[in-house]
């Protein structure tokens, strides 16, 4: 009677399974979601996943950050960025197209109205929208064939931005 071994036939099963894998789409659901809605993404060829994180330790009496991993993407690419408050109080992400020459950490802050602390939103290309991300809250948002040049992705809540939540972004 033969034996069969059975470590060499798991070992073609695992490589078996290993290339069927290879060999279907490259295409997944994230439906990820945050409390007040969420959106559907699909990770396909050309997609980026851009991580911010949006924070302070003290509301404002403290400092205030806005961190973003990758913060370069090629143009056309199709970017979703995946905001996490980590902070104490509620925040907001606004991706904002710069004029050329223009420096992020320079924009004119608003003096009156209800607008009054914030900086325009003329360039908005997309954001974490209604309502602001409450502390521990993460919420996304996807803007499709991104075109080459210089955003900043903003916290637009009053005093926020002056305050330093802010990072450049570069599609290049």
């Not at 509301?59 to 902070?87: H, Q």
């Not at 914030?118 to 919420?139: H, I």
Request: with cysteine; net charge negative; charged share 15%.
């Amino acid at each position: 009677m033969r034996r069969i071994r059975v470590l060499p036939v798991i070992a073609v099963m695992a490589v078996g399974l290993v290339l069927a894998a290879g060999c279907s789409s490259s295409k997944k659901a994230d439906t990820s979601t945050g409390a007040g809605g969420g959106v559907s993404v699909t990770t396909a060829p050309g997609a980026v996943t851009v991580n911010v994180t949006v924070s302070d330790t003290k509301g404002l009496d403290g400092p205030m950050t806005m961190t973003l991993t990758p913060n370069t993407v090629p143009a056309g690419s199709t970017v979703t960025f995946v905001v996490k408050n980590t902070g104490t109080i509620e925040h907001e992400a606004v991706l904002l197209k710069l004029p050329a020459g223009q420096d992020p950490g320079k924009l004119a802050v608003l003096t009156t109205g209800e607008e009054a602390d914030k900086v325009s939103e003329d360039g908005n290309v997309g954001e974490t929208g209604d309502p602001n991300l409450a502390a521990g809250e993460t919420r996304s948002f996807t803007i499709a064939n991104m075109t080459a040049a210089q955003y900043v992705l903003v916290c637009n809540i009053a005093k926020h931005y002056a305050m330093g939540m802010w990072a450049p972004f570069t599609v290049s």
